[in-house]
């Protein structure tokens, strides 16, 4: 059985979704078919809150209202070829389907570590299907000693979160020297740990699980220092890979970075097929070379690239690469970054000057709920163009990171940034005369 389709989607997560939505917008009377493995999927950046911030976890659905409020047809099914020869796609149903353009965005899957017992009940992979997640919150909330594996973004998110619940003792383990070590210095990430500590979870850095035992079902793990911890379940959450088998089996190029190569229009070596999303290969802004990001924000950069340059580049907003934009929430304290940390900054050898700023988010500072705000910017020493952000403090934050990352987007000089033209209420942000990212650009060239 055939069906002919112009544009299909492979992947219904938001990626996907963007990208047809987007598509739709462009090219309105080409009919577009969105194809999800997955019935029942998730708001991918929402997973760690069903365990307790949402009072059902089906609230973080992520549903296909978008898609029918455009007249994109939705079906459940599996891709498991792609004949690019005659242009089509045939599905673990049977079902073939012809197109003329094909976006691929099958996302990411986790990475299972080969650690010995990995395979015992009771560890939990983070799957981004509803039913297995429901499955897992039931069960792990039934548990006592809870122990995550991997102190980035998705670990530190969890162990807040797991935190909340009465009555569980949370261990979060981490190989390398700091939490969060890929997207912030150190004093950025000892802040998030200390904010993790004072909530009653155990943060071991640099340290390794070597080995879970037990029967049948986790009971214990053993780390690379010799200890032993009791543990009832176990969070895997330390890092994911792209999903490029369908693309590599049909002779699409991969990047070094094993992702889906293509170009800064999202195009792949065959000119009617896209890829967006974690699937998609990605590559440093400054050094150009391939890195691992996989953030639902910058799929959905992608994903309008793609879904606007379909049949003709009508959109010249070309993929100039990945700033690797983060932000993240701990019981009331943002973290943010943008670009190169110092760290990433140094191995790259770039010259670089560094400013930093400590003040409140608010002033004056005796308002209620006033917080602490930091923030450090990374400068090319010569140029004067900034490289890199990192803030920590209130909510603000959330949306102080969002002009940093614009701010590496345009290429801004520390000039620019000194002469900041910025809206400010006591309530809302720091003073005008104090303000943190102006303050910062001062900094490093004082």
């Known amino acids: 059985m055939e069906e002919k389709v ?30 999800k493995s997955i019935e029942n ?39 498991v070829k792609i004949n690019r020869d005659n242009k089509t796609v045939d599905t673990k149903n049977k079902k073939t389907y012809r197109y003329e353009k094909l976006i691929l965005a099958m996302g990411s ?13 009771g560890i939990y992979p983070i799957f981004k ?35 909340k619940i009465k009555g569980l ?51 214990e793990i053993r780390l690379s220092d010799g200890t032993k911890l009791p543990a009832d379940s176990v969070i895997l959450g330390a890092a994911a890979a792209p999903d490029t088998k369908l693309a590599a089996d049909a002779g699409l190029d991969l990047g070094r970075g094993k992702g889906i190569w293509v170009d800064e229009y999202m195009r792949t070596v065959d000119p009617d097929i896209f890829a967006v999303g974690d699937c998609a290969g990605k590559k440093d802004f400054y ?85 602490k705000i930091k923030v450090k910017l990374i400068f090319s020493k010569q140029s004067g163009i900034i490289l890199g952000g990192q803030v920590y403090g209130g909510i603000s934050c959330g949306e102080m990171i969002n002009l940093i990352g614009l701010a590496i987007q345009k290429r801004v000089l520390s000039t620019e940034l ?4 910025m809206a400010t209420h006591p309530y809302l942000t720091s003073a005008p005369t104090v303000y943190p990212i102006v303050l910062a650009a001062q900094d490093a060239f004082k």
Request: hydrophobic letters at 40%.
């Open 129 to 163: 299907d509803m039913d297995y997640l429901k499955n897992a919150i039931e069960q792990i909330r039934k548990t006592k000693n809870i122990v995550i594996l991997g102190g980035g973004f998705i670990g530190v998110e969890f162990a807040d979160e797991i935190a």
């Open 169 to 219: 003792n949370v261990h979060l383990v981490e190989m390398l020297p700091d939490l969060l070590a890929n997207s912030f210095d150190s004093e950025f990430s000892k802040a998030a740990e200390e904010k993790l500590k004072s909530k009653g979870v155990t943060v071991l850095t640099g340290t390794r699980i070597e080995e879970f035992t037990g029967n049948e079902k986790i009971e």
């Open 287 to 371: 050094t150009r070379k391939d890195v691992s990001v996989m953030l639902a924000s910058t799929a959905t950069a992608e994903a309008r690239i793609a879904g606007a340059n379909l049949y003709k580049l009508k959109v010249v907003r070309e993929n100039k690469g990945t700033i690797a934009i983060y932000s993240t929430y701990i019981d009331g304290l943002v973290l943010g970054s943008a670009g190169l940390t110092e760290n990433s900054a140094k191995k790259e050898n770039f010259e670089i000057a560094t400013g930093i700023s400590n003040g409140v988010d608010k002033h004056p500072a005796t308002l209620p709920g006033t917080n």
């Open 6 to 35: 112009d544009i299909l989607v492979i992947g219904g997560g938001p990626a996907g979704i963007i990208s047809a939505v987007t598509a739709k917008k462009y090219y309105a009377n080409k009919k577009i078919l969105v194809m």
């Open 41 to 79: 999927g998730v708001i991918p950046c929402g997973i760690p809150y069903m365990f307790a911030s949402l009072k059902n976890p089906d609230e973080n659905k992520l549903g296909n209202a978008a898609l029918e409020k455009n007249n994109i047809s939705v079906i459940v099914d599996e891709a």
């Open 418 to 421: 000194e002469t900041l033209q």
């Open 109 to 121: 899957s986790p990475v299972i570590p080969p650690i010995p017992g990995i395979d015992k009940k």
